[in-house]
């Protein structure tokens, strides 16, 4: 079953953007993976001021609940200067990879997020306005097995501002660093831990904000 309105997700310091309509089952893993994942990492590690030891705890914990990393690579941190909003530098990142469908679907789940004013306090919530967050594409393959491309993002700025995402930075006033890692689903060893990913929700359930393509 699949709800074709849904072009993203919003959990914790998550914003998922989804490439494709996803079945719901896969939304539902998705989130719960990254819930989970989250509140592995922010147990072990402040996610503001230790945000290394945040982010590898994080991709442990989404590797050990069936996310293959791709050749078990973290990729190296890289920095760019923002002119124009956080925004514009996703849609932009997007159309570098060569595939109008992330760039489009980006666009779409900005969008969502813009018009969603509880799920946008979230976010800038838990990012303290954009101080570190995490942009995750979500995609089927050609043989319907769903990738992540994980982008942890840190902003720097003089003074934060919220809705940080679509706020306009005067030029040189904002950089990003970035690093990233991608992740290929094994249905089969996430199966083996629902048992396991139902009890951790269970004891704790991070906040979701379910983001809804605006008909045209």
């Given amino acids: 079953m699949n709800d074709q309105s849904l072009t993203g997700l919003v959990t914790g310091p998550n914003l998922l953007s989804y490439i494709e309509m996803l079945s719901l089952q896969d939304h539902n893993d998705i989130a719960d993976c990254n819930s989970i994942a989250t509140r592995s ?36 941190r890289t920095q760019h200067l923002v002119s124009g909003s956080v925004a514009d530098f996703l849609v932009q990142s997007a159309h570098a990879m060569k595939d109008s469908r992330q760039a489009n679907a980006m666009i779409d789940t900005l969008d969502a997020l813009k018009a969603d004013q509880p799920a946008t ?3 800038d919530r838990e990012t303290r306005q954009g101080e570190t967050f995490q942009i995750i594409p979500a995609r089927y393959d050609s043989r319907n097995n769903v990738h992540l491309a994980l982008y942890k993002l840190e902003l720097s700025v003089d003074i934060k501002k919220h809705n940080f995402l679509f706020w306009d930075w005067e030029k040189r006033s904002a950089k990003i660093i970035q690093q990233q890692a991608f992740f290929k689903l094994d249905r089969s ?12 929700l269970d004891e704790h359930l991070t906040r979701r904000f379910n983001l809804r393509r605006i008909a045209p």
Wanted: charge should be positive; avoid cysteine.
């Fill in 189 to 200: 060893l996430l199966n083996s831990k629902r048992a396991l990913i139902k009890k951790k």
């Fill in 121 to 123: 306090l979230s976010f």
């Fill in 41 to 76: 990492a922010d147990l072990g590690h402040n996610r503001y001021t230790d945000s290394k030891n945040w982010f590898e705890e994080y991709v442990r914990t989404m590797n050990f609940l069936g996310w293959s990393l791709y050749d078990d690579t973290i990729f190296t």
